[in-house]
């Protein structure tokens, strides 16, 4: 199975500055079948991307998915409040599905 | 609106056996593949298993092959999950979801989950 790893797990940044999260694969993501989505506590995970830079519905532009083969970034130009939670990318390329351990982006 | 409501949750012995069951609506269910996802205590998202359209193709986590079966009745609505011989690291939140399309597609809808917590 392709094991995606986060990176850095904790992000700790101020409202308007800028957010840089990375996903690493350990093999190549086919075709870029790379998701990311946002999770708020008591909420359901939230789509983001798809085939690592589609921006999915409602999905703000200060928010880029971008990357390809093994790497992955997921950037938030200037962090609005309701931006802080936990971030997880997963792939899909494959038959077995894999979730990266996420990075939780918190208020400095 | 999509719906997916999970049941079936609770608490169960090791060893033993725990059926979860997804109510959908608002879709053509039997158009999409469907995926059930959990996550642990204080830890991050798990893929566990996804079945095709039809039911005629499924597949499995290595941490539940072999004990885990998904399987769906698409006249119901309805996905299920069937664990067997569970173990104290199945204690999860167990997620229903929706895959976005036909083809290569990540999820776009989830349900709020099921807890199953497996202790003696």
């Known amino acids: 199975e392709i094991v995606l790893t986060q990176s850095p797990s904790t992000l700790s940044l101020s409202p308007g500055e800028r957010a840089t999260l990375s996903c690493r694969a350990s093999?190549?993501?086919?075709?870029?079948?790379l998701a990311w989505y946002q999770r708020k506590p008591g909420q359901t995970p939230r789509l983001l991307f798809y085939?690592?830079?589609s921006r999915a519905t409602d999905i703000p532009d200060r928010f880029s998915g971008s990357g390809s083969a093994t790497d992955f970034t997921l950037t938030i130009s200037r962090l609005e409040p309701e931006d802080f939670a936990v971030y997880y990318c997963?792939?899909?390329?494959?038959?077995?599905?894999?979730f990266g351990q996420g990075t939780k982006v918190e208020i400095k | 609106d999509v719906h997916l409501l999970e049941s079936g949750g609770g608490l169960v012995q090791p060893g033993g056996s725990q059926r979860l069951s997804c109510a959908a609506s608002?879709?053509?269910?039997?158009?999409?593949?469907m995926i059930w996802v959990r996550q642990t205590p204080g830890k991050g998202l798990e893929w566990v298993s996804r079945?095709?359209?039809?039911?005629?193709?499924?597949y499995y986590a290595d941490s539940v092959k072999g004990r885990f079966t998904i399987s769906r009745d698409n006249s119901n609505n309805t996905l299920y999950l069937q664990m067997n011989s569970l173990r104290a690291e199945d204690t999860a939140v167990y997620y229903c979801?929706?895959?976005?399309?036909?083809?290569?597609?990540?999820?776009?809808?989830w349900g709020q989950g099921t807890l199953v917590t497996v202790s003696s």
């Open positions: 997963q792939q899909y390329g494959s038959s077995l599905w894999t």
């Open positions: 093999q190549i993501v086919y075709n870029n079948f």
């Open positions: 608002g879709f053509p269910f039997g158009s999409y593949d």
């Open positions: 085939a690592a830079s």
């Open positions: 079945i095709s359209e039809s039911g005629g193709r499924t």
């Open positions: 979801a929706k895959k976005m399309g036909v083809g290569y597609y990540p999820l776009d809808y």
